[in-house]
């Protein structure tokens, strides 16, 4: 019995934040030093970002709120609304992301209906309300009221695999099982205006956005690409539980990112490895450039540069990965299901078809999958990264282009971002 992930889709909102323009804005905010300011323009500008998605409407240079709560676009000023105005959009916005992004894989999962759906498992860290996303999904869609929920909260980037991995063992478990798996998250909710380097790093990374899977081991016809769940393995590395953090504050929730890209993902990565790859004898012996598909979570770009060099990957490989966090950002959970859709959206190659991703969190936690790859793309299939579709039908291509200068850092800077997980 095979387990498969049958439908991979993603739903982003509708406003669209392009990298140098939100840049600007984070480097004029009152009360910012010399120092924060520098370190806004090097964050920004060495993301690797292009343009993010963001739910919260107001975050947008084309028009302006008469009662602005996020930003003031007439004094181009960046407010500070508390906690539970922040979680109150989450409810509203974050419901329709969850429900758009699981409408969509129910209705690409050729086969499988509403009626069949038996489990729905959510991930998400960015806000909370009960009953949860997990129930607005089942209301939204029509599904059966007897449908087992499941709602994983507040575990951040690497929640996806967690989800998977539970989708895999109710199908083990029960060869009729179809399982909803959606991860949704919007952090743009919590951007905030700060001389600290841990928030001036997460300001330029973090976006919305959310992807959803139908998992299944029934034996149904495939009329396109999908993806074998082979194995999953979770490693907690010896270090970084200070590291990694997301707490809860007075004004939205906190990222503390630390020393963590630099050094541990250097230091343990290989070792995270070893546990999973090491389910599959076929594996034994190859290189890691070997494996033909890299599904890599883009917590950052040096996150990406890390991987690549340790693990001697092709710039090939991290194409995928690369190219998601050029168009989206960091969304958290979320992202890498992106990544994982943007190799599905592949034409089918030659190669192994094997895939081996990883996602990073707090912990600091390693979680990683092996996949297989089956199934062709459908006809006229275009890479994931050309294909930006929001809700409106909006793609990052109408926005304006970006001017980067990806490769400079000034030299005294690069100490301070590279602590911070930049």
């Not at 140098?20 to 984070?26: A, K, N, T, W």
């Not at 974050?94 to 699981?102: H, M, R, S, W, Y």
């Not at 600290?196 to 016809?221: E, H, K, Q, W, Y």
């Not at 393995?233 to 963590?260: K, Q, R």
Request: aromatic letters at 6%.
């Amino acid at each position: 019995m095979t387990v498969i992930l049958r439908s991979l889709e993603t739903a982003v909102p509708e406003t669209i934040m392009v990298q140098s323009q939100v840049r600007d804005v984070f480097a004029a905010q009152p009360g910012l030093t010399r120092l924060g300011q520098r370190l806004v323009g090097a964050a920004f500008d060495s993301s690797g970002i292009d343009t993010r998605y963001t739910a919260v409407r107001e975050l947008t240079l084309d028009s302006a709120s008469e009662d602005p709560v996020f930003f003031d676009q007439k004094d181009l000023r960046i407010l500070t609304p508390s906690t539970k105005t922040r979680n109150e959009v989450y409810a509203e916005e974050g419901t329709k992301l969850f429900v758009d992004a699981a409408r969509k894989a129910l209705d690409a999962a050729q086969g499988i209906g509403a009626a069949d759906v038996t489990h729905v498992v959510t991930a998400s860290c960015t806000g909370f309300f009960a009953p949860g996303p997990d129930y607005k999904v089942v209301r939204a869609l029509d599904l059966a009221p007897s449908v087992q929920r499941y709602h994983l909260g507040f575990m951040g980037c690497y929640a996806a695999f967690p989800a998977l991995r539970a989708a895999k063992a109710f199908c083990d478990a029960d060869p009729d099982a179809v399982v909803l798996v959606i991860a949704a998250e919007l952090c743009s909710l919590h951007v905030r205006s700060s001389n600290n380097p841990d928030t001036i790093v997460g300001s330029s990374l973090f976006a919305d956005g959310a992807a959803a899977a139908i998992v299944s081991a029934r034996d149904l016809p495939l009329t396109g690409p999908a993806l074998t769940l082979d194995h999953f393995e979770t490693v907690l590395t010896p270090v970084g539980e200070e590291s990694m953090a997301w707490n809860i504050g007075d004004e939205g929730f906190e990222m503390v990112l630390g020393t963590y890209v630099p050094h541990i993902i250097d230091e343990h990565i290989v070792g995270a490895l070893e546990p999973l790859l090491a389910r599959d004898a076929s594996l034994a012996g190859l290189d890691y450039a070997e494996i033909e598909h890299w599904a890599i979570h883009p917590g950052g770009r040096s996150i990406l540069d890390k991987v690549e060099a340790k693990l001697r990957l092709t710039a090939d490989q991290l194409l995928p990965a690369r190219e998601t966090l050029r168009d989206y950002g960091n969304m958290s959970s979320a992202t890498v299901m992106f990544v994982l859709k943007h190799i599905l959206d592949q034409p089918a190659s030659d190669g192994n078809n094997r895939i081996c991703s990883m996602a990073f969190g707090p912990g600091l936690t390693v979680e990683t999958a092996l996949l297989t790859r089956i199934g062709a793309a459908p006809t006229g299939a275009a890479p994931a990264s050309a294909a930006a579709a929001t809700t409106a039908g909006t793609t990052a291509a109408d926005a304006a282009p970006v001017s980067r200068t990806d490769d400079v850092v000034p030299a005294d800077l690069a100490p301070v971002l590279t602590d911070a997980g930049a």
